[in-house]
C-alpha cells in the first residue's frame, strides 16, 4: 500500500480538464511544500511535470499545473490532448529519515 | 546535459545480493546533491529506495533498510546500491536519479532486474 493515495484512474475528452488528487498526512503532503508530479508513458522513464506543489520545469506545458491544501495536492490538466495520456504519479517530501513517499499512480485516458 | 546511467546484473538469483551502479555524466557529484534509487515493479508504482550525499551520508527507506546499502565513489563519479537477501518481490525496474532539495529531476534510464533461480 502505498504512503500516498491517489484515484487508480480518471478520464477526460479531448479539450476537457481534469484533475487527479493526491492525499497524504499531516507528516508528509501537509508538512511540505514538496510536493512533485510524474507523468509516466508506457515503457518510459518518470518525467518531472510539477515540482514544490505548483512550479513547472521549463518546458513542461502550461496546460499543467499544481496545487496544494491540508493534506491534499492536486494535478490539474487543462486542453486534454492525445499524448497526455499515461500513469501520474505524486510524491512528497516526508523529513525525518524518510526522503519521498510516492502515491500509488493514477491512469489517465484520454476518451 | 545531466545524464544517469544504471547498470548491473538483469538477473539475480532468490536470497543474493542485488548491485547497482549508476554513472553520472556531465555533472561531477562532489559538487553537491543527494542521489537516489526509485524502483518499480512491473505493473506497480514507484518506491523510493536510498539516497546518498557526495559526502556518503546516507537516508534509507525504513522499509528496506535492513537489507540496503548506499555508497559513492566521487572519484569514478557514480553511486552503488546493494540490496542483501532479495525475494522475487524485489523484481522491478530500478531507477537512479538526482535528488535536488526539492524533487528528484533527473532520472537515469532504468535498468530491469529480476529475481529468479
Known amino acids: 500500500q502505498s504512503a500516498l493515495t491517489q484515484p487508480a484512474s480518471v478520464s477526460g475528452s479531448p479539450g476537457q480538464s481534469i484533475t487527479i488528487s493526491c492525499t497524504g498526512t499531516s507528516s508528509d503532503i501537509g508538512s511540505y511544500n514538496l510536493v512533485s508530479w510524474f507523468q509516466q508513458h508506457p515503457g518510459k522513464v518518470p518525467k518531472l511535470i510539477i515540482y514544490e506543489a505548483g512550479k513547472r520545469p521549463s518546458g513542461v506545458s502550461d496546460r499543467f499545473s499544481g496545487s496544494k491544501s491540508g493534506n491534499t495536492a492536486s494535478l490539474t490538466i487543462s486542453g486534454l490532448q492525445a499524448e497526455d495520456e499515461g500513469d501520474y504519479y505524486c510524491?512528497?517530501?516526508?523529513?525525518?529519515?524518510?526522503?519521498?513517499?510516492f502515491g500509488g499512480g493514477t491512469k489517465l485516458t484520454v476518451l | 546535459q545531466v545524464q544517469l546511467q544504471e547498470s548491473g546484473p538483469g538477473l539475480v538469483e532468490p536470497s543474493e545480493t542485488l548491485s547497482l551502479t549508476c554513472v553520472v555524466s556531465d555533472f561531477a557529484i562532489s559538487n553537491g546533491f543527494y542521489w537516489g534509487w526509485i524502483r518499480q515493479p512491473p505493473g506497480k508504482g514507484l518506491e523510493w529506495i536510498a539516497s546518498?550525499?557526495?559526502?556518503?551520508?546516507?537516508f534509507y527507506n525504513p522499509s528496506l533498510k535492513s537489507r540496503v546499502t548506499m555508497s559513492v565513489d566521487t572519484s569514478k563519479n557514480q553511486f552503488s546500491l546493494k540490496l542483501t537477501s532479495v525475494t522475487a518481490a524485489d523484481t522491478a525496474i530500478y531507477y537512479c536519479?538526482?535528488?535536488?532539495?526539492?524533487?528528484?529531476?533527473?532520472w537515469g534510464q532504468g535498468t530491469m532486474v529480476t529475481v529468479s533461480s
Open positions: 546518498v550525499y557526495h559526502s556518503g551520508n546516507t
Open positions: 536519479a538526482r535528488q535536488r532539495p526539492d524533487t528528484l529531476d533527473i
Open positions: 510524491c512528497s517530501y516526508a523529513g525525518g529519515s524518510t526522503f519521498w513517499v
